[in-house]
């Protein structure tokens, strides 16, 4: 089940777990699709299975996986 970004209220990543707020935004992975703040979410690549042809953002960990 989809949880709505309005109840995400923190950063996915365990090791950060910064609060959201209006200045810290969340952002999508779109590797993985979790919820991160700027910080754990700052990597843009390109990801062919998915058919994004321009760098879109992903997060720290998936960032690690791709090999980037």
């Known amino acids: 089940s989809h949880v709505p970004d309005t109840e995400i209220l ?3 990543n ?3 777990d910064k609060q959201f707020t209006m ?3 969340r952002h999508h992975c779109r ?6 703040c700027h910080n754990c979410s700052k990597y843009f690549v390109v990801i062919p ?4 042809n ?4 992903i997060c720290y960990n998936c960032n690690q996986k791709l090999g980037h």
């Open 49 to 52: 299975k998915y058919r994004y």
């Open 54 to 57: 321009d760098p879109v953002r």
């Open 14 to 16: 365990v090791e950060c």
């Open 23 to 25: 200045l810290e935004r």
């Open 10 to 12: 923190r950063c996915s």
């Open 31 to 36: 590797n993985c699709g979790g919820c991160f």
